[in-house]
């Protein structure tokens, strides 16, 4: 059954740092892959998404992420940070049609 | 372009009242889901249509819960005698699935908060 890890419930970074959000997932069968994002009071905007081809995939905003096979994992990257950015994150795999997501990682920029 | 849509956009009820939601979603997506959020955790899948169809529900959706698209647009989703447990964000999402369309992507709603006292 597929599931999914998102290592660190709060990631606090600087603003201008790296972002660096931790995914990983298991599935039986290749996944589809993908991160939201969710500002307070709202529903879940897409970033990105992996389905085949390029294991390196460009979002919005700046982000990125990399789907590697061998370690099962799906982390999110933003070379700078702004504040602007401060939200909750969910990775999610895709099960029979419906996402399964992570618990979630609410990410604090500080000035 | 209008997005998916829910209303009401919050809702205040005392246990035992009944409650619906409304959800319209992206007018050529064919896939309408329903998942439930609670505090400081990711969304829970409940139950999905294909169409006017309803596919799937999960183990979440006790008898209390009932969803319905009756003509394979707008749906609804039903709490009848609300528990203070059900108090959450209920989230509503859409897609377009066709033959061979493995990537479908689910587009969200803004989501509907209960509380129930």
């Known amino acids: 059954a597929q599931s999914v890890t998102q290592l660190g419930s709060h990631v606090s970074v600087s603003e201008g740092a790296l972002v660096l959000l931790r995914c990983n997932y298991s599935?039986?069968?290749?996944?589809?892959l993908f991160w939201y994002v969710q500002y307070p009071n709202q529903g879940l905007q897409l970033l990105l998404k992996?389905?085949?081809?390029?294991?390196l995939v460009k979002g919005i905003n700046g982000f990125e992420a990399e789907f590697k096979k061998s370690e099962t994992s799906f982390h999110l990257t933003k070379p700078s940070a702004h504040m602007s950015d401060a939200a909750e994150y969910f990775c999610?795999?895709?099960?029979?049609?419906?996402?399964?997501f992570g618990q979630g990682t609410r990410l604090t920029i500080n000035p | 372009d209008t997005g998916v849509s829910q209303n009401p956009r919050h809702k205040i009820t005392k246990r035992g009242q009944n409650v619906t939601f409304r959800c319209d979603p992206i007018s050529e997506h064919n896939r309408l889901y329903w998942y439930r959020q609670t505090l400081g955790q990711g969304p829970e899948f409940l139950t999905y249509f294909q169409n006017e169809a309803q596919l799937e529900k999960s183990r979440l959706l006790s008898d209390r819960f009932s969803a319905e698209r009756p003509k394979g647009s707008f749906s609804t989703l039903e709490i009848q005698r609300t528990e203070q447990g059900d108090s959450a964000m209920y989230l509503c999402a859409s897609s377009l699935a066709g033959t061979g369309n493995l990537e479908e992507t689910q587009y969200f709603g803004p989501g509907t908060r209960l509380l129930v006292l």
């Open positions: 999610a795999v895709t099960r029979a049609q419906k996402l399964v």
């Open positions: 599935s039986s069968v290749p996944p589809y």
């Open positions: 992996y389905t085949t081809g390029a294991t």
